[in-house]
């Protein structure tokens, strides 16, 4: 097989949750379960941090691993979905799966697979716990895929679980109601692990709370213990003043990953960090500041509130949902622009309403659909924004509507592209 045979035969064999949607999520454990029992449980053969929550959980499983590898650990990285190459999913010290490991792979399980039928998402779990497993990783931050409980990762017993923001997204398959949506987070809540939570929520604190008592693990809320005051901060960066019990911890504290939303991330990785050093890790403050700063390039990781030109500035994000593009719109408005042009397109499996209702009608709109079956149609998505009076046009293609936001766009306004992960997926300058 070829990497891209291999490709096509994981895509046309396996129900994609990136393409298909919903039908392609398995509410239960059996399937990924079965598959690691036959690749000899690589699961348990490495130590691992777990991460999970509605926004944030990339963010902060980056900035973990970013800190650990400048620490000296050996660190792998399991992450979803890949923006560019399939690839980017799983990562050790910052570099991706070798082509030819994923090919040996499938090649050596394509019998396991059309036994168990997994889906894609199973696949790619079991392939990164059997790498990471193989390479003698020394820790390995995994992020969740979708909801905890029943995702495919959650079949680690991690050194420490991390839960970050809870809010609506997925409603459909977590439920409705933050405290539906934070019983499924909490899913990832072991017996004796200790788990963080990086801000409190009214509605999930007790949710958390409850299964932490039933599981007899150590539970954290890092803004109990964390302070983060913001001291400046632009396009590229932000510096934070960081107080542990209201003493100053970290002063000028400086992070690549920029966006309001990283404040509420900060304290729960700061607060997993505390706990492994007191089980035993070592992380000089050389290093976690320079892990902080510089998380992008250590990792690889793109898609966060990235530039990707100054004249006109052009900003991508793939934020998504309800809380996402409520601080999407914050930041943009924190730029003072004269005109936010929007590249905009999302999924058909949600309900869109109140996400459309969160973006300024003052804004000029270029309505995309991204190359997959899961995408809303752009004249559908064009309608519904036209109903609640958003102004702008439809184009069938993300390239398309890239295009004309440039050509019509001024040197001093704004052009942002979001609105879903696969409409930056297909930006060409990423």
Same mark, same amino acid.
């Given at each position: 097989m070829t990497y891209q045979d291999c490709l096509d035969y994981l895509y046309?064999?396996?129900?994609?949750?990136? $393409?298909?949607?919903?039908?392609? /999520? @398995?509410?239960?454990?059996?399937?990924? +379960?079965?598959?690691? &029992?036959?690749?000899?449980?690589?699961?348990? @053969?490495?130590?691992? +941090?777990?991460?999970?929550?509605?926004?944030? @959980?990339?963010?902060?499983?980056?900035?973990?691993?970013?800190?650990?590898? @400048?620490?000296?650990?050996?660190?792998?990285?399991? %992450?979803?979905?890949?923006?560019?190459?399939?690839?980017? $999913?799983?990562?050790?010290?910052?570099?991706?799966?070798?082509?030819?490991?994923?090919? $040996?792979?499938?090649?050596?399980?394509?019998?396991l697979f059309e036994s168990i039928k997994p889906s894609f998402f199973e696949m790619t779990v079991a392939l990164a716990f059997k790498? /990471?497993? &193989?390479?003698?990783?020394?820790?390995?931050?995994?992020?969740?895929?979708?909801?905890? $409980?029943? &995702?495919? %990762?959650?079949?680690?017993?991690?050194?420490?679980?991390?839960? %970050?923001?809870?809010?609506? &997204?997925?409603?459909?398959?977590?439920?409705? %109601? +933050?405290?539906?949506?934070?019983?499924?987070?909490?899913?990832?809540?072991?017996?004796?692990?200790?788990?963080v939570v990086s801000t409190k929520q009214e509605e999930a604190e007790e949710v958390f709370r409850l299964k932490a008592k039933q599981e007899s693990a150590p539970l954290y809320f890092a803004t109990d213990r964390f302070r983060i005051e913001l001291v400046e901060g632009d396009i590229e960066r932000q510096v934070f003043n960081v107080y542990s019990d209201e003493i100053l911890y970290l002063a000028g504290l400086e992070l690549d990953l920029t966006g309001t939303y990283q404040k509420y991330n900060l304290p729960g990785v700061l607060h997993v960090l505390a706990l492994l050093q007191e089980k035993g890790y070592t992380f000089p403050e050389e290093a976690l500041r320079a892990g902080l700063a510089h998380t992008k390039s250590i990792t690889g990781l793109k898609g966060r509130w990235q530039k990707l030109n100054n004249a006109p500035l052009t900003i991508c994000d793939t934020g998504h949902n309800e809380d996402g593009i409520k601080q999407i719109v914050e930041q943009l408005e924190m730029l003072k622009p004269k005109q936010v042009h929007m590249v905009f397109g999302t999924v058909n499996d949600k309900d869109i309403t109140k996400v459309l209702q969160l973006l300024p009608k003052k804004y000029r709109y270029y309505f995309c659909q991204a190359d997959i079956p899961r995408a809303l149609p752009v004249q559908e998505l064009y309608n519904q924004a036209k109903s609640i009076g958003l102004n702008g046009t439809a184009y069938t293609s993300v390239a398309a509507a890239i295009s004309a936001a440039k050509a019509n766009v001024a040197p001093d306004e704004v052009i942002f592209i979001g609105g879903s992960t696969f409409v930056v997926a297909e930006i060409e300058e990423l």
């Open positions: 046309q064999q396996l129900p994609m949750y990136q $393409r298909i949607g919903n039908a392609a /999520f @398995k509410k239960s454990l059996d399937n990924i +379960i079965a598959l690691c &029992d036959a690749l000899g449980q690589p699961q348990l @053969k490495f130590k691992s +941090i777990h991460v999970a929550g509605t926004n944030g @959980k990339g963010s902060s499983s980056h900035m973990l691993a970013a800190v650990l590898q @400048k620490s000296g650990y050996k660190t792998g990285l399991y %992450t979803s979905p890949h923006l560019k190459s399939f690839t980017e $999913r799983v990562k050790i010290n910052g570099q991706e799966l070798p082509q030819d490991y994923l090919i $040996r792979f499938v090649e050596q399980n394509k019998n790498y /990471f497993a &193989d390479e003698q990783v020394d820790i390995a931050v995994i992020e969740v895929g979708l909801g905890g $409980r029943l &995702d495919s %990762t959650n079949i680690v017993t991690p050194e420490l679980s991390l839960i %970050t923001n809870i809010g609506y &997204d997925h409603q459909a398959l977590l439920g409705d %109601t +933050i405290g539906a949506i934070a019983f499924e987070k909490a899913g990832i809540i072991k017996l004796g692990v200790p788990a």
